[in-house]
């Protein structure tokens, strides 16, 4: 089982709150942590630079992770860019619209 989180995130000068946050996995990239993440209703996957998050707090609700290894982590390769022997990391800025309310 896993649990969902709350984040409390900078984007520029403002401050958006995440709800509903599953964690999906962590990803060092150029030397900087990233959350891979995604709402407990969508499948599309985010990213976020931990130096983004404020704060991030734990809910009680479980729910069943899953169990198909193989297409979650096509899911995350997915979030990279191969070109040539570099990779390129796609960061998703949390949108204001789907994810958080301003502060």
Known sequence: QQRLISLKVNEGDDTLRLTN????????????????????????LNTLP????????????????????????SEVKELFDIAGSHLKFNTTVPSKTYY???E
């Open 21 to 44: 946050v599953q964690p999906i996995s962590l990803a060092l990239h150029h030397g900087s942590p990233y959350l891979v993440w995604r709402t407990h209703s969508h499948t599309k």
């Open 50 to 73: 931990f130096s983004n998050i404020q704060e991030a707090t734990m809910s009680s609700f479980r729910f069943e992770l899953q169990t198909d290894a193989t297409l979650l982590s």
């Open 100 to 102: 958080g309310e301003k």
